[in-house]
Structure formats: C-alpha cells, structure tokens
C-alpha cells in the first residue's frame, strides 16, 4: 500500500501492471491536478479504480474542523497514521488562496511564546504527508484554486531539510504551483539557510525574527544561543544574493516586551541595509505564555515608527484569530488544554 502523494510514475508501474501506458497519466493528474482520491478517478475501469482504491491510501484523517470570517478562513486538525496530529490553514482572499502547512508534528525549537513549541516535538512529516496537506486545501478551495502556500504551520521546516526541499519541489512539478508562490518560514537555522541558497530555488524565506538583539532574541527564541542575530543577518544577506528574493523576517508584537521604540529604531537598521521587509503581527495568546500580544493602536504606530526610518513594513491580517490560527492552538484545545474549538462535523467538500 502507499500513501496518496507517493503515487509516482514508478510506484504505478506495477499497480497498473498491463495497462496501457496513458493510465499513468490519467491517474497522476486525477490526483496532483484534480485531487482526486482514486476511487473518485472514473474515467478509469472499474476494476482499476477499486484496486488503486484498495493500494492508494490517504496519510491525512480530519479529526477537526473549524471556520472563521465567514468562512473565509479554515483550519483543519488531522492525525497521521501513527497518531501524530498536525494543522493545516486554508485562507481566502479576494486575490489569493493561501495553503498554510506543517512540515513537522510538534517542533523542538522551544520557543516560548509558540503553542506548537509548548508542546515539543513530535516527528519530522514526510514528504507525502506535507503535499497532502496540499491536496485536501485544494479540494476545499474549489471552485478556486490553491495560489500561495506557506510552510509556517507546525514545526521548523529547516530542521526538516530533506522532506522540506522534496516536497517544496513536487508543489512545482506535481501540483502545478510556482516556487515563487512559496514562502518557507525559518525560525533561524543558518546551515539550513545555507543549504536553501544553494538550491537556487526561487523561495521567499521568512525568518521568525521577533527580536533585533541577542539578549531578548535568546529568552524568546532559545535557537539564538546556537544561531545569533550577527550570523543570521549574514546567512539572510546572502540567501538574498544567491536567490534575488527579497526576505522577510516576522515579528509578534508582544506588550510591553519588542514594541518600543527602541525596538523599531534596532529592527529598522537591521532591516533596511538588507532590503528585508517586515511582517508584523499582534501575538496570539497562548495558555503557556501570559503576556499579551500588542493592542492595534499600539501596532500601527510601531509600523509607522519602522517606515519613518526607511524600513518596509506591513500588519498582517489577523485573520483565523478567533480558531486560534497561530501554531499548535487546534490540537492544543482538542487535547483539552484551553477553551473548546468551535468543530463542525463538516468534511472537507470533494474535489470537482
Ligand atoms: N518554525 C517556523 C515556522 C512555523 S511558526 C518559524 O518559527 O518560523 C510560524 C510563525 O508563527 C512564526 O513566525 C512564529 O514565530 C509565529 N508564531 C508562533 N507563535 C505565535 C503566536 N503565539 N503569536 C503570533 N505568532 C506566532
Ligand atoms: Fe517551532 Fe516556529 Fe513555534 Fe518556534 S515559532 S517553536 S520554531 S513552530
């Protein structure tokens, strides 16, 4: 048996046994390009479809659901095959889909702020299982389709490097999607940014900033002992040459802790030389962390400190706050760890 995006031309070679050849192709674009489960692909022989039915198994089971605006916004919680649980966005926008996936169960980074870092680390997802993640956003975006997709669920892609930079490729070879429409968001690991340059992949690399020196950035982001801000610039520099793309570093604004002023003026002079821009957003609440994230007045006034020095800076939508759309909230609340998800019984609608 194998796993819904393991189907390749080699793994259908001895499923389809004497068939004819164009079988292959009608499967793998009934899967990749329609998303289709195989037994939903009827323009096969019957006998076929149910056999492939039979070998080609989902990794992915829905555990939860839930909505926001409207439904615009939608999270799902699955558990893979050993139990493991992962979270996967799907966020609509007038001008863009956005698929927001987990390329690890858990995360060993330890942030202290991070609901999925509060929970440790679980395992690394195989490549099969970050694409179907893919898979079921595109089937519940339909009639529209997937356009962007950020590897800034759970876990730490970089930590994850192999499975991160196959399933990254396949996004482009099996579903059709442009690298340049894929964001992998980092919390900072330089061999691993190191690595990426070197695959001349036209990626936008987000890294989690959060903090602009050493002392806050380590009580934040315990990965800065091994990685500090200096050496991170640097490898964030290059990555910028070596691929053209502009990077981006994150920020959660927390009260009282990196949105003062002098907060901006340190973000603003690491930022500007590099032509980085900078996404702000308020932090989310999480039961493990009690200080509150930035109030709205407070966030505007720090982006217009960051542009009066000549910094590029945007608020980043918000949405999906209300189902807990930061990191590892879903699976936290289903394990009764806080308040109860809002969870239909709703499944993720067939593809069409
Ligand atoms: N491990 C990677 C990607 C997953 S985290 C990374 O850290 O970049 C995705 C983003 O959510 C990161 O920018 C992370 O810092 C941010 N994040 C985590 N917890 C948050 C919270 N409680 N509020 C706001 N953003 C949070
Ligand atoms: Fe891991 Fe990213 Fe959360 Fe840090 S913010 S614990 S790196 S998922």
Known sequence: MIKLCDTDPSSLESLLGGHPGYRKTQVLEGVYRSHRLPAELTTLPRELRSRLAAEIQPALTLVAESAAGSDDTV???FALEDGQRIETVLMRYPDRVTACVSTQAGCAMGCSFC???QGGFGRNLS???ILEQIFWAERAAKPRAVTHVVFMGMGEPLANYDR???AARRL????GISLRRLTISTVGIIP????????KMPVTLAVSLHAANDELRNELVPMNRRYPIADLVEACSDYARATSRRISFEWALISGVNDRAR????????ATPLGAHINLIPLNPTPGYPVIGTAPPEVASFASHLRRLGANATVRDTRGREIAAACGQLSMREAGGGRPARVSARSIPAGG
């Open 127 to 129: 490549a099969a299982e």
């Open 263 to 270: 907060d901006a003026e340190e973000l603003a002079a690491l």
């Open 75 to 77: 999270k799902w919680l």
């Open 172 to 175: 482009r070879s099996d579903f």
């Open 115 to 117: 609901a999925t870092g």
């Open 192 to 199: 691993g940014i190191r690595r990426l340059a070197a695959e």
């Open 164 to 166: 991160t930079v196959a």
